[in-house]
């Protein structure tokens, strides 16, 4: 079992739509969260970041933990054709210098 | 202004040749790192560095060899490529050892390692 799993997609949805993007873990020593962006062809970029559970918000975007449940999600309002992109949870304890990712979620914002 | 930037971006090559992958960031980060992003997209670190330390060397094949000659520059070797070594290799750095939070990484654009 892999230490993060996330659903791979792909994900279509019409433009305007909410998009929830999810993840669960294992390792309860997980006390960072981060979502990453990448775009073809492009590395991955910071999106959101989190320390323990609770909810942030962005803009258009919020990010929520819920550490009892091992479960992250992301949440993009009014999605946008330019919010197509891979979408990459990512965790990490306080103590290494490892971030753990799961596998991207590909989504896709018809116009 | 790049902040990681790796070169090349394309690298076609044989099966059992040997070729290096350079990196070098701007951002005054303390740590370096090299993740492999296979074709499904999953990205999985391989080797970091902190300040020109070997910290993290995953399991992988010693025909890859990471070398920092300092804290802004990460290379790797790969000798007698496979294969399966064709993935995306990202290079990242990060900021340790801060007296709160952690810093998420900045990757580079990656290079495209095809191997036929």
């Known amino acids: 079992q892999k230490e993060v799993e996330q659903d791979p997609g792909p994900l279509s949805v019409p433009e305007g739509a909410i998009v929830s993007l999810n993840c669960t873990y294992s390792n309860s020593a997980f006390q960072y969260f981060m979502w990453y962006r990448q775009y073809s062809r492009k590395g991955p970029e910071l999106l959101m970041y989190?320390?323990?559970?609770g909810n942030k918000e962005d803009g258009r975007f919020t990010a929520q933990v819920d550490k009892s449940s091992k479960y992250i999600s992301l949440f993009i309002r009014d999605s946008q054709p330019s919010d197509s992109a891979t979408y990459l949870c990512a965790m990490r304890d306080t103590g290494g210098f490892k971030t753990i990712f799961g596998a991207g979620t590909r989504l896709f914002v018809k116009a | 202004d790049t902040a990681v930037s790796q070169t090349p971006k394309y690298l076609v090559t044989q099966m059992g040749n040997d070729k290096s992958i350079k990196c070098e960031q701007n951002l005054g980060h303390d740590t370096m790192y090299w993740y492999k992003q296979d074709s499904k997209k999953f990205l999985k670190i391989m080797f970091s560095y902190n300040n020109k330390e070997l910290i993290i060397n995953e399991t992988v094949p010693n025909r890859f060899s990471p070398k920092s000659p300092d804290k802004a520059h990460l290379n790797l070797h790969i000798n007698s490529l496979e294969l399966g070594d064709s993935a995306v290799y990202f290079c990242a750095s990060s900021q340790e050892g801060l007296t709160a939070g952690i810093s998420p990484l900045h990757f580079g654009n990656g290079t495209r390692l095809t191997v036929t």
């Open positions: 989190t320390y323990s559970s």
